[in-house]
């Protein structure tokens, strides 16, 4: 799926990748989406429980190897 931002949080422990991912997607429009690439394991449970707390979309989350991929629509 088509993201209009990419965020690079590999190598990045909780809260990093959320603290990241919040700021970028306050620069953003809403519907845009952002593509969260980390290696953290916990970040996949940590966006789940994100998205719900500010009402933001999970479209998708993948694992690729140690990669864990969030899709994420702003409100």
Do not use: Y
């Amino acid at each position: 799926m088509h993201a209009d931002k990419e965020l690079d949080a590999r190598g990045l422990n909780c809260p990093l990748p959320i603290l990241k991912a919040k700021k970028a997607l306050s620069e953003m429009l809403s519907g845009q989406t952002l593509r969260v690439v980390s290696t953290d394991a916990g970040s996949v449970r940590d966006f789940q429980a994100f998205a719900k707390q500010t009402g933001n979309e999970l479209v998708e989350q993948r694992s690729q190897g140690n990669e864990h991929i969030s899709l994420i629509k702003r409100r």
